[in-house]
């Protein structure tokens, strides 16, 4: 079984001090998030996705999302291939859905299937 990777669509910074965070890089990308709750922010830049998440663990580092068609099915085959599963499958909303894998040397890959990229 293989998946197909459709191409990189989101970065996600853990961010402990949301608050923080979202200042910092509002100031350094020169806007302000286009979602902003206390559960995610999110900026649109360069039409990808640089998220924040308060929940993520600093120690896991940034988390780089490749997108796929089906979620589910990537996530099957990557673990059939080894990996374990770090995050379920989870439809986060607007009919996006993710989920991460820790591969066989324990990297995480991020797999997102998002209805709404258009691609830069």
């Known amino acids: 079984m293989s998946v197909t990777l459709e191409g990189l669509r989101t970065v996600i910074y853990p961010?402990?001090?949301?608050?923080?965070?979202k200042a910092w890089w509002s100031r350094l990308l020169g806007i302000q998030p286009y979602?902003?709750?206390?559960?995610?922010?999110?900026?649109?830049?360069?039409?990808y996705e640089l998220g924040l998440l308060p929940t993520a663990a600093p120690t896991d580092g940034a988390l780089t999302y490749w997108g796929v068609a089906d979620v589910s099915d990537a996530v099957a085959a990557a673990v059939a291939?080894?990996?374990t599963e770090h995050a379920p499958v989870a439809e986060v909303g607007g009919g996006i859905v993710t989920a991460t894998v820790r591969t066989p040397v324990g990297a995480i890959l991020g797999l997102i299937y998002n209805p709404h990229f258009a691609g830069a």
């Open 15 to 21: 961010a402990p001090d949301l608050d923080a965070a």
């Open 35 to 47: 979602f902003d709750e206390p559960f995610y922010v999110g900026f649109e830049v360069a039409g």
């Open 81 to 83: 291939e080894g990996a």
